[in-house]
T-cell receptor, first 111, second 113 residues
Framework: DAGVTQSPTHLIKTRGQQVTLRCSPKSGHDTVSWYQQALGQGPQFIFQYYEEEERQRGNFPDRFSGHQFPNYSSELNVNALLLGDSALYLC??????????FGSGTQLSVL | GENVEQHPSTLSVQEGDSAVIKCTYSDSASNYFPWYKQELGKGPQLIIDIRSNVGEKKDQRIAVTLNKTAKHFSLHITETQPEDSAVYFCAASKENAGNMLTFGGGTRLMVKP
């Protein structure tokens, strides 16, 4: 089992652009959570998807949106990118309320 | 909301020594406390967790203690090895909040051979 797969691994964007990050959960997991990890800090919860709906959301603006597909995979979209959006974006899958399994993340750089 | 403080931010120990990392949390309703290890270029990996109905849990060289009254919990690593070198994060959540973890700021552990 490949575990949690994220793509791309690295991405460079310009301020004002839009970006889409992708996540495939571990086989058997039905819940996907997204976290943002700035350099030298702990991950911060963005939102969680279960049954194709956003179930919980952290303190992030509406520029951050997501989607979950019927096969449980998920996308994170960020609009109108700011320099401060530069971070490692982590996807974690689980069974609902179960132990989180993290992917290796997508490193986003905004120039 | 929940706030988790972690210290020290860096910790250097000699191989074979013990390492202790401490965290405090603010929300008395939190009842699940996992610890993660993050190596360079990888995502956090769960190494041990504890729930509020127990005070201590051990898994080989790793142990976690929880003091609900004081709202703090600690990670203890004994007989440290160079491969223990990594960044460690504590986290807290309420089980009825699903997987919404609040993380501490991390501790960079360096084990010198």
């Amino acid at each position: 089992d490949a575990g949690v797969t994220q793509s791309p691994t690295h991405l460079i964007k310009t301020r004002g652009q839009q970006v889409t990050l992708r996540c495939s959960p571990k086989s058997g997991h039905d819940t996907v959570s997204w976290y943002q990890q700035a350099l030298g800090q702990g991950p911060q919860f963005i939102f969680q998807y279960y049954e194709e709906e956003e179930r919980q959301r952290g303190n992030f603006p509406d520029r951050f949106s997501g989607h979950q597909f019927p096969n449980y995979s998920s996308e994170l979209n960020v609009n109108a990118l700011l320099l401060g959006d530069s971070a490692l974006y982590l996807c974690a899958s689980s069974l609902v309320a179960g132990e989180l399994l993290f992917g290796s993340g997508t490193q986003l750089s905004v120039l | 909301g929940e706030n988790v403080e972690q210290h020290p931010s860096t910790l250097s120990v000699q191989e074979g020594d013990s390492a202790v990392i401490k965290c405090t949390y603010s929300d008395s309703a939190s009842n699940y406390f996992p610890w993660y290890k993050q190596e360079l270029g990888k995502g956090p990996q769960l190494i041990i967790d504890i729930r509020s109905n127990v005070g201590e849990k051990k898994d080989q060289r790793i142990a976690v203690t929880l003091n609900k009254t004081a709202k703090h919990f600690s990670l203890h690593i004994t007989e440290t090895q160079p491969e223990d070198s990594a960044v460690y994060f504590c986290a807290a959540s309420k089980e009825n909040a699903g997987n919404m973890l609040t993380f501490g700021g991390g501790t960079r552990l360096m084990v010198k051979p």
